[in-house]
């Protein structure tokens, strides 16, 4: 982690002290109509049981000085006359009964409740997540400082709106609690209920210094834990387990695991230590506070003050009021704590979407085709342009080759031309109109794009297939029409449940396929959108010879006669039957023309072209 990113950080969570307690606190309301709109019956019910067990127990403890004074006087009739009325003490203990039984059953319904909206919040937080991550741009998922924000969303925020809530609710039954011991302790001092509120903030003072600490190191510690996430995946993914065996890299990489999560342990040991060692010596100080009030109760008791029941009872009030002051504490301590992490949640939620997009379906012209118009581009957090004043029409009907060395350019203009970046400076038009004025559903509908690191999802292979045109997801005829033109329809046939065989490892059953099957499907997904009028292959065919490949693409001009079609290869023997071959170096266009006017004019690609051709000789 660089010491821009450290400082980046800290200065971020220096804001978040105690001149913005109030501000932090303000993801409550968020919380509390997140969990509303979640469920309302259940947090109603929630609530009314939240109340109900607030209640109680001021009760039962008057209950019990009730029960214990009736004894001692019931003890007083029966060494007077031998007659001691029972009826009393066990119409007292009846109720206290019923009171303890209402509260166990208040206690339970919150329990009920809170179980089942925590798996219903915890769902609808990690679909937010996931629907807030289909609205953005796809440069900020190429942002580490974003990919920061999103892995601090997941890892906390799915649980935080409930426990923040949990905690709201137990400081409304605390709250309501500590009401009634008062009203009871103050019939004995209203010194007695200062002391009880008292005893419990340092307590409260010392959680609240060590939450912000916690939060602050999570914060800062972003990457050391995307990093750790990283490297679990490596050393135990089956798209790793060759490599890392081949190499030996097995124990490096442990011990790069092993080396920062001592960093992280370590730093969560000394604050760890600290938060217990003060919560120890303050909660001493809660405990002598209880202990100097029971002397000063007992005393009065002896003097004559007050009654023995009234002695049980201010010494339970106090003792429970002392758990309620600590409880309310705890939860207004742990609500700041919750906010802090909700603040990472709504962080992410707020990330401004991507405004790259209007609400056209037609183009102004539309048999002009593609237009890149004095184009530029840079990469969000770098400095050199990815593409620099690319200016070029692609026609309907012509078949355009890219060619050059990695890192020129070439997947840029195409993902440019898909409309998944916009670009820093010109305009890139379609049929006439500029890609952000078209609807972007409509627009990607004319567009079939497959990336040289094209995804190979752990579905059914039809459904592999099916990916390519979201709309016809499970048509299994249009499964079979794009794997016969992607030509994988031979092999796809041969697996043991055709088009319904599970692909990949993690799932049972699931077969693994060859690197050039692979590409087969990725081809065959590019042809699932009918409507596409753009078709594009950047590099699907690494993994084929040269022979195969120069067959695949002499059948993909043949099946996209009338439509443009991109085809970016290094083979120079697959490219050169291309209407239009485009050469780029540093993000711009050198060279444009067909292969025998390219070779004609002895530049770079006719150098390129006889490097090639040397090495078959």
Known sequence: MTDHHNSSA????????????????????????LVWSTHKTLTISMAVATVVAGLLPAAAAKLGQLIVDAVVVAIAANNETGAADYSTVLWLVTIEGLIIAALMGAQRAIDFCR???????????????????????????????????????????????????????????????????????AQFSGWAVVVLVIAGLPVFLSE??????????????????????????????????KEVQLFSLGPRLLRRYREIFKKLYDEERSLTVRRDIWGFLFSLLSSAAFYAAYAWIAFATIDGVISIGQMTMYLIVFKQGQ???????????????????????????EQPASGFGGALTHGAAPGDGVRFDNVSFTYPGSDTPALKNVSLHLRPGQSVALVGQNGCGKTTLVKLLAGLYEPTEGVVSYQGTS?????????????????????????RVGENIGVGDPAAFDDKPRWITAAEKGQAAEFIERLPQSYDTQLGRW????????????????????????????????????????????AVFQHFQQLTRNKISVLISHRFSTVREADLIIVMEGGEIVEKG????????GGRYARLFELQAAAYR
């Open 507 to 550: 799932f049972n059953a699931g077969q693994e396929l060859s690197g050039g099957q692979w590409q087969r499907i990725a081809l065959a997904r590019a042809f699932m959108r009918e409507s596409a009028e753009i078709l594009v292959l950047d590099e699907p065919t690494s993994s084929m010879d040269a022979e195969t490949e120069a």
């Open 323 to 349: 758990s309620a002051v600590s409880a309310i504490l705890s939860a207004i301590g742990g609500m700041y704590e919750d906010n802090l992490y909700l603040s990472n949640l709504y962080e992410y939620l």
């Open 435 to 459: 890609l952000k004025d078209w609807d972007p559903t409509v627009l990607r509908d004319h567009i079939g794009v497959i990336f040289q690191d094209y995804a190979r999802y752990h579905f």
């Open 208 to 241: 609240v210094k060590f939450s912000g600490e916690q939060f602050r190191v999570f914060r800062w510690r972003s990457q050391e834990r995307r990093m750790l996430l990283y490297l679990e995946i490596v050393l135990a993914r089956e798209d790793h387990a």
């Open 10 to 33: 800290a200065g971020s969570d220096d804001g978040i002290s105690w001149r913005n307690y109030a501000g932090i606190l303000s993801y409550t309301r968020r919380a509390l109509a």
């Open 115 to 185: 179980s089942l909206l925590r798996v219903l919040l915890s769902q609808r937080v990690n679909t937010m997540i996931l629907e807030k991550a289909l609205t953005l741009e796809l440069s900020q998922f190429e942002d580490s400082e974003f990919y920061d924000k999103l892995n601090r969303a997941r890892q906390e925020a799915s649980s935080r709106p409930l426990s923040l809530v949990n905690a709201t609710f137990s400081l409304a039954r605390n709250g309501i609690s500590l009401l009634g011991y008062a009203a009871l302790l």
């Open 594 to 601: 067909t292969h025998d006017a390219l070779v004609a004019l």
